[in-house]
């Protein structure tokens, strides 16, 4: 069964603390990996897909990569507008097309 | 212009009523979910719509019923409802090339935050 973990659960960073991110994630073929965005009273909002292992993507402070077994968000410099829940999901060829599974989040807190 | 709207943003309701939630989608999208978030913040598919037809159908309670009058729209109707139904519901949306595509984004609305007292 496709499955999504996400650490740690909850981190506190300084600004301009720079900090990584862990979604580890079994999958019987991995058809697309995804990492949304949550901020509270909202809908999770769409940050990156990464289809393969070596793959990266950036946006201004977030990058993330993919290996076999994991994904990483990299936040570089983070600001406190960068707080928010990250979540983690995986769609593998094993189950239904468009398929998520979700990790439980990371609550990003960036202080001032 | 809002993408995947979704009304009521709250509904409050008592043990065995019956309600619904509505979704809509304005970015033209031939697939549309919906989720269930519990208290945890755990995010789970339900049901996803392509064109009309259903294609995911989670266990999910018999309770719980999708209808997608046209593919810009999902409802969400939800007989004899239960304490343990208490969320927030998310309507999704995300463009698809055939079923055999995949691995596309989906869009999420702004959520419905459903209490059963």
């Known amino acids: 069964e496709d499955q999504v973990t996400q650490s740690p659960e909850a981190l506190r960073l300084q600004e301009g603390e720079s900090s990584s991110l862990n979604c580890s994630y079994t999958?019987?073929?991995?058809?697309?990996l995804f990492w949304y965005r949550q901020d509270p009273g909202k809908g999770p909002e769409f940050l990156f897909t990464l289809y393969s292992a070596g793959e990266e993507k950036e946006k201004e402070r977030l990058k993330a990569t993919l290996t076999k077994k994991e994904s990483f968000l990299h936040i570089t410099a983070p600001k406190p507008e960068d707080s928010a829940t990250y979540l983690c999901a995986v769609e593998g060829y094993g189950g239904a097309t468009n398929k998520l599974i979700f990790g439980t989040g990371t609550l990003l807190a960036v202080q001032p | 212009d809002t993408a995947v709207s979704q009304t009521p943003k709250y509904l409050v309701t008592q043990m065995g009523n019956d309600k619904s939630i509505k979704c809509e989608q304005n970015?033209?999208?031939?697939?549309m979910y919906w989720y269930k978030q519990d208290s945890k913040k755990f995010l789970k598919i339900m049901f996803s719509?392509?064109?009309?037809?259903?294609?995911i159908n989670e266990t999910v309670p018999n309770r719980f019923s999708p209808k997608s009058p046209d593919k810009a729209h999902l409802n969400l109707h939800i007989n004899s409802l239960e304490l343990g139904d208490s969320a927030v519901y998310f309507c999704a949306s995300s463009q698809d090339f055939g079923l055999a595509g995949g691995g596309r984004m989906q869009f999420f609305g702004p959520g419905t935050r459903l209490t059963v007292l």
């Open positions: 999958v019987s073929g991995l058809r697309g």
């Open positions: 970015l033209g999208h031939d697939t």
């Open positions: 719509y392509n064109n009309k037809e259903l294609i």
